[in-house]
């Protein structure tokens, strides 16, 4: 394939550049360089300068006010986000329904739900995972029994990113018993202020608030939250899952961490009057870092461009994840000792708390904690090496 940019490409890459110096909200980058956590309020913020400038809805076409960006300009886009270091597209409203209400949503869902993604005036959660259905996910048991123009849900969905913080949730849930599990789901979306829903947190070992535990209750959601057709559920929620496993590539933070960490390790002792950056063995782990995230780029590239096959997708999932495992090792190698603190950075002035430790040392300690569930979430690398091993078979056997 042709990697080589047209002089339009280079000049849209140095306008987001540009946007991101000068016209974008300084105090949020300075907020993400000093490691302080992004409220709701301010991803709201980041995602409204976004939007005005008409780059926030990324995959969705432009007649629903996407950007409708080539594959080229989406990648170009999120390079430089990840370079400026901006927080983050929340990807559940943004990456993960919303092209899917584009895709199967009525028209009326479409005018309903669309701009207020877009405008960040609601914010969504993803309904997946159960207490007994997580890898296996079609094992799902969270039912909704149609009752006239309504469904009754009752059941339990869990490390639920970002429920304290939404407003919708959209819910793979079992509208009907089949011989193949795969059959009878169904994507329905309902308001978290429904009455019989409630939001639990789950607290992470460092203190931190992400996932939640959403139970819900005899809970009364129109029939027109429906997305799609009935027992559908699965192939939409497929056809999510490979928008979300291709999200996690983020090559531009990955070679921004890669090249903060050459740096530091210029200036980190390792002990014997000499710096990190001397050791053998410890450069030639970045090094490889390197090499890997170059291999990376080419097969991101690949698929985002459709020249790969659909298990590429999977297989590009497990080695971005595992690459950004990688990464955060090497920052907890040059973290030392001073990774044992865990310090509160919910509050101003949180590096007060243990003057002695580099403020670098407990954001990469909580990055590599929470980095663990990569190889986890959006399906397991168990579960993709499987997706790729059926790939293959059927493809021998043809």
Same mark, same amino acid.
């Given at each position: 394939?042709?990697?080589?940019?047209?002089?339009?490409?280079?000049?849209?890459?140095?306008?987001?550049?540009?946007?991101?110096?000068?016209?974008?909200? +300084?105090?949020?980058?300075?907020?993400?360089?000093?490691?302080?956590?992004?409220?709701?309020? =301010?991803?709201?913020?980041?995602?409204?300068?976004?939007?005005?400038?008409? *780059?926030?809805?990324?995959?969705? !076409?432009?007649?629903?006010?996407?950007?409708?960006? @080539?594959?080229?300009?989406?990648?170009?886009?999120?390079?430089?986000?990840?370079?400026?270091?901006?927080?983050?597209?929340?990807?559940?409203?943004?990456?993960?329904?919303?092209?899917?209400?584009?895709?199967?949503? @009525?028209?009326? +869902?479409?005018?309903?739900?669309?701009?207020?993604?877009?405008?960040?005036?609601?914010?969504?959660?993803?309904?997946?995972?159960?207490?007994? %259905?997580?890898?296996?996910?079609? %094992? /799902?048991?969270?039912?909704?029994?149609?009752?006239?123009?309504?469904?009754?849900? =009752?059941?339990?969905?869990?490390?639920?990113?970002?429920?304290?913080?939404?407003?919708?949730?959209?819910?793979?849930?079992?509208?009907?018993?089949?011989?193949?599990?795969?059959?009878? #789901?169904?994507?329905?979306?309902?308001?978290?202020?429904?009455?019989?829903?409630?939001?639990?947190?789950?607290? %992470?070992?460092?203190?931190?608030?992400? /996932?939640?535990?959403?139970?819900? $209750?005899?809970?009364?959601?129109?029939?027109?939250?429906? #997305?799609?057709?009935?027992?559908?559920? *699965?192939?939409?929620?497929?056809? /999510?899952?490979?928008?979300?496993?291709?999200?996690?590539?983020?090559?531009?933070?990955?070679?921004?961490?890669?090249?903060?960490?050459?740096?530091?390790?210029?200036?980190?002792?390792?002990?014997?009057?000499?710096?990190?950056?001397?050791? !053998?063995?410890?450069?030639?782990?970045?090094?490889?870092?390197?090499?890997?995230?170059?291999?990376?780029?080419?097969?991101? /590239?690949?698929?985002?461009?459709? $020249?790969?096959?659909?298990?590429?997708?999977?297989?590009?999932?497990?080695?971005?994840?595992? +690459?950004?495992?990688?990464?955060?090792?090497? *920052?907890? $190698?040059?973290?030392?000792?001073?990774?044992?603190?865990?310090? $509160?950075?919910?509050?101003?002035?949180?590096?007060? +708390?243990?003057?002695?430790?580099?403020?670098?040392?407990?954001?990469?300690?909580?990055?590599?904690?929470?980095?663990?569930?990569? @190889? #986890?979430?959006?399906? %397991?690398?168990?579960?993709?090496?499987?997706?790729?091993?059926?790939?293959?078979?059927?493809?021998?056997?043809?």
């Amino acid at each position: 394939m042709d990697l080589t940019l047209d002089p339009a490409d280079r000049a849209f890459a140095d306008e987001v550049r540009d946007f991101f110096v000068a016209d974008y909200p +300084q105090d949020l980058l300075a907020r993400m360089r000093a490691g302080i956590p992004m409220t709701r309020a =301010d991803h709201v913020r980041s995602q409204q300068a976004l939007n005005a400038r008409g *780059w926030l809805g990324v995959g969705w !076409p432009a007649e629903h006010g996407g950007t409708g960006w @080539t594959p080229v300009r989406r990648y170009l886009f999120e390079q430089e986000l990840e370079r400026a270091g901006a927080p983050a597209i929340i990807p559940m409203a943004v990456i993960y329904i919303g092209p899917i209400i584009c895709a199967f949503g @009525t028209a009326e +869902q479409q005018a309903r739900w669309l701009p207020d993604i877009l405008e960040s005036r609601a914010l969504w959660a993803q309904g997946y995972s159960e207490p007994e %259905s997580g890898s296996d996910l079609a %094992s /799902l048991r969270m039912a909704a029994v149609r009752d006239g123009d309504d469904y009754i849900l =009752d059941g339990t969905k869990i490390w639920t990113s970002g429920a304290h913080q939404a407003d919708w949730i959209f819910c793979l849930v079992r509208t009907s018993r089949e011989a193949r599990k795969q059959d009878g #789901i169904s994507m329905i979306c309902a308001d978290l202020r429904s009455p019989g829903i409630r939001v639990d947190p789950i607290v %992470s070992i460092d203190g931190s608030h992400e /996932l939640n535990r959403v139970t819900f $209750d005899r809970v009364r959601v129109p029939a027109a939250n429906r #997305i799609g057709e009935e027992g559908r559920g *699965w192939h939409y929620a497929n056809v /999510l899952l490979s928008a979300e496993r291709v999200s996690y590539a983020h090559i531009g933070r990955k070679r921004a961490d890669l090249a903060a960490i050459r740096k530091l390790a210029a200036k980190r002792p390792r002990g014997d009057g000499r710096s990190m950056a001397d050791d !053998p063995a410890f450069a030639a782990r970045v090094a490889r870092a390197e090499m890997r995230l170059d291999a990376l780029e080419i097969s991101v /590239l690949r698929v985002l461009a459709g $020249d790969a096959a659909p298990a590429a997708v999977s297989g590009l999932k497990i080695a971005c994840t595992e +690459q950004a495992q990688a990464i955060t090792e090497l *920052w907890m $190698d040059l973290a030392g000792r001073d990774r044992a603190p865990f310090l $509160d950075r919910s509050v101003d002035g949180w590096e007060g +708390q243990a003057p002695a430790v580099p403020a670098f040392a407990a954001t990469r300690t909580a990055s590599y904690l929470f980095e663990r569930a990569q @190889t #986890i979430y959006g399906g %397991s690398t168990e579960v993709q090496k499987t997706i790729v091993w059926r790939h293959l078979d059927r493809a021998n056997r043809r």
